[in-house]
């Protein structure tokens, strides 16, 4: 559905200094996928968001959605936008403020209603439909914003930093409703710099650093098995004596815990196993790092 080629943007102020800030850049992300991207600050999201939505024009390489150049897909089949940072005229009540965007969004008159109720519903803002924006938490602007970028049941999504702000009750909600609207006929795009949002919202994360596409990364279990060498903290809950005799490695970290570092995760199930047949009993076994964690460091360094 979307189809970066080569792209490339630079920015020219008026002293006539020149910054690359994405460069050659290509992707193709199918229809019906949640796709995710992750970058440093500075790394050049904002700037590939803004040429996905047709607001910057690329300075050389192209942008396609469904064929079409960003603007003339957005003008013809409509976008649902959720911007990094949401600003919402202060003075207007959140109810208002979401018929307004309906009416923007061309809406038929006689559905704005049911649309507007709905967004609400979705986002938990009944008891905050009657509030003015000011008086809004920034957690509740957030939804809000949430809100309007759902009133439409829209084919393309680009959501950026959607849980910025959000409660841990809100952000688990959030994956809910993402879950909800997985369709094989709409494409999420979601910008984070939450590592751990989009390893379980994402189909696949591209890893941006100084411009450049540095690797994308699949988050489903059959990508995770490929990744190679992993550390994982192990809880006993009973056999601590026979763990160094299979895990002759790990590290003890306190109160019946281990870390240990396997080579995929085939050989750590095979290790558990023969700690459990020798009588070991594992309460938990956790990553320390996340698949899309280990590969992000790996991309942009540790110090990202």
Not at 66 to 92: A, C, D, F
Not at 199 to 209: F, G, H, P, S, Y
């Amino acid at each position: 559905m979307i189809e970066f080629h080569n792209v490339g943007k630079t920015y020219r102020s008026l002293t006539g200094r020149s910054v690359r800030a994405v460069d050659g850049f290509s992707l193709d992300i199918p229809r019906g996928e949640v796709f995710g991207i992750a970058g440093p600050n500075g790394a050049g999201k904002s700037t590939l968001i803004g040429v996905l939505l047709g607001f910057l024009h690329p300075s050389d390489g192209r942008v396609r959605v469904n064929g079409m150049q960003p603007r003339s897909y957005i003008e013809k089949h409509g976008i649902g936008y959720l911007s990094e940072l949401v600003t919402i005229n202060k003075r207007w009540r959140a109810e208002a403020a979401l018929t307004r965007y309906a009416i923007l969004a061309d809406i038929p008159r006689e559905r704005i209603s049911d649309s507007v109720e709905k967004a609400i519903a979705t986002l938990g803002l009944g008891e905050h439909r009657r509030k003015s924006v000011k008086a809004l938490s920034k957690g509740n602007l957030q939804r809000l914003g949430l809100a309007q970028a759902l009133l439409r049941d829209e084919e393309l999504l680009i959501l950026d930093e959607p849980t910025h702000g959000l409660d841990p009750v809100w952000t688990q909600r959030f994956r809910d409703i993402v879950g909800g609207l997985r369709d094989p006929n709409r494409t999420m795009i979601i910008a984070s710099h939450n590592l751990d949002e989009l390893q379980r919202l994402a189909d696949r994360v591209a890893i941006i650093d100084h411009g450049r596409l540095q690797r994308v990364v699949g988050t489903s279990s059959l990508d995770q098995q490929s990744v190679g060498a992993l550390t994982y903290r192990i809880s006993l809950a009973s056999g601590a004596e026979h763990f160094m005799r299979v895990f002759p490695e790990a590290a003890a970290v306190g109160r019946g815990e281990y870390e240990v570092v396997v080579s995929d995760v085939v050989a750590l199930n095979r290790r558990l196993g023969e700690l459990m047949l020798a009588g070991g009993v594992v309460a938990a076994v956790v990553p320390t790092r996340s698949v899309l964690e280990q590969q992000f460091r790996e991309a942009v360094g540790e110090s990202a």
